[in-house]
């Protein structure tokens, strides 16, 4: 089955393509937009979830992601339109690494899309190169809650544990003023949703070619979750400042 097909049926219920729920986003995008008329980037934006509830809650805000899918893009157009955003909002097609806007952004975003860049720190990197002075990162990724099997960072990568990856990004220039570690509660809520979404849309449209591949998917991932990584992975979102511009 097409990837990037079964990537949105299955955030079709959970369009923040992260284990957050929406008062924790709400919560980030508060210690991100103090003013709330910032401009704001999105790094592999996907169909602009972080971007939309950013410009929702402040309108002043203006907002541009870059994401290498025609269609997410195509999404978060409508959906832009759909809550009367579209006006402030700017998309482009490209790689999130590649792209050169020519000016610097007030908030840089890259939640659950550091493996573009190659890990937290290349992410950090990315990010620093369109931020402003003074302004302000929100970053998402994976850490080790408990040490994982050989199989699990075999599947989800060589992650460091908490305390060690706030070390290594205050080591790179950064201070924290704001993080989440996502709760149990929330880890739980987005591997259901995704899994569970998949199959729903399988087993109701099995006439459909990826109908069997979407439900033998949907099986591996849950399995995968539940076996290899859900007592050992966590997921950790800091809302960053450059502790010297």
């Not at 704001?40 to 509830?53: A, F, I």
């Not at 805000?61 to 409508?78: F, K, N, P, T």
């Not at 003023?177 to 149990?184: A, F, I, K, Q, T």
């Not at 966590?234 to 960053?240: C, Y």
Request: hydrophobic fraction near 40%; charged fraction near 25%.
């Amino acid at each position: 089955m097409n990837r990037e097909k079964a990537s949105q049926i299955a955030h079709a219920h959970h369009p923040i393509k992260a284990p957050l729920d929406d008062g924790s986003v709400r919560r980030l995008l508060g210690h991100a937009l103090p003013r709330g008329d910032e401009r704001v980037l999105d790094l592999g934006c996907g169909t602009g979830e972080w971007l939309l509830r950013a410009l929702e809650a402040g309108p002043g805000v203006r907002a541009d992601g870059v994401d290498i899918s025609a269609d997410a893009l195509d999404h978060a157009r409508r959906a832009a339109t759909d809550r009367g955003v579209q006006e402030r909002l700017d998309v482009h097609l490209g790689k999130a690494e590649d792209f050169a806007p020519g000016r610097t952004f007030d908030v840089v975003l890259s939640v659950g899309a550091a493996h573009a860049f190659g890990g937290l720190l290349p992410t950090l990197a990315a990010a620093r190169a369109h931020l402003a002075p003074g302004g302000r990162v929100v970053i998402g990724d994976g850490f080790w809650d408990r040490p994982p099997s050989p199989e699990a960072v075999e599947m989800l990568g060589d992650f460091a544990d908490l305390a060690t990856t706030m070390d290594l990004v205050a080591e790179a220039g950064w201070t924290p003023v704001h993080g989440h570690v996502s709760s149990r509660g929330e880890l739980d809520d987005y591997e259901w949703a995704c899994w569970g979404t998949l199959a729903d849309w399988a087993l109701d449209h099995p006439d459909d070619p990826d109908s069997a591949d979407a439900l033998a998917l949907a099986g591996i991932r849950r399995t995968e979750w539940l076996r290899t990584y859900r007592d050992t992975w966590g997921f950790l979102t800091l809302v960053l400042r450059r502790t010297v511009d």
